[in-house]
């Protein structure tokens, strides 16, 4: 990734940068300049250039699902039938509107599609499949509870 990042022209610097926002999106421009020996001035626009071109793409705070009352995370297979572009776009369209839907996937292999949601509890979980099951093109549904986390991240390695 690194030799990709200075092909691109990006120099250590802004990997450092990259890293320490990785880790707290929230520090500030004047602790982010002490830490990796440069300028206020020349860090801002540093990131002002990552962010505007696309390498930061956006902020956010992480929340905790459960501590506000979200208890199950799961992961759901959709296989669609037929595999027409009028029915992957009208399913598409459908899961964006969704807001259990944390993130969707097209893959490849045996399901079409990977959602990742969080969803209050069992009850609001059968709920959300029986509304699935009614869409047209959605052929099967397979879903997998996640029990524990072994590795959770959003961290990029950047070497």
């Known amino acids: 990734m690194k030799k990709l990042l200075q092909q691109r022209g990006y120099d250590n610097l802004d990997q450092a940068i990259l890293e320490e926002l990785q880790q707290n999106g929230r520090m500030s421009v004047a602790d982010l300049a002490r830490k990796i020996h440069l300028s206020q001035p020349a860090v801002h626009n540093r990131i002002k250039r990552l962010e505007r071109e696309g390498v930061i793409r956006q902020y956010v705070a992480l929340l905790d699902h459960q501590q506000i009352g979200y208890d199950l995370m799961c992961f759901l297979q959709l296989t669609l ?53 009614k869409m047209d093109g959605i052929e099967r549904i397979e879903t997998a509870l996640v029990l524990d986390y072994i590795k959770l991240t959003t961290e990029l390695s950047l070497e």
């Open 81 to 133: 039938n037929p595999h027409s572009h009028e029915v992957i776009q009208a399913v598409r369209d459908q899961i964006q509107q969704e807001v259990v839907v944390l993130e969707c996937y097209r893959i490849s292999g045996r399901a079409d599609m990977l959602l990742k949601i969080i969803i209050e509890n069992q009850r609001a979980l059968n709920d959300f499949i029986q509304q699935l099951t």
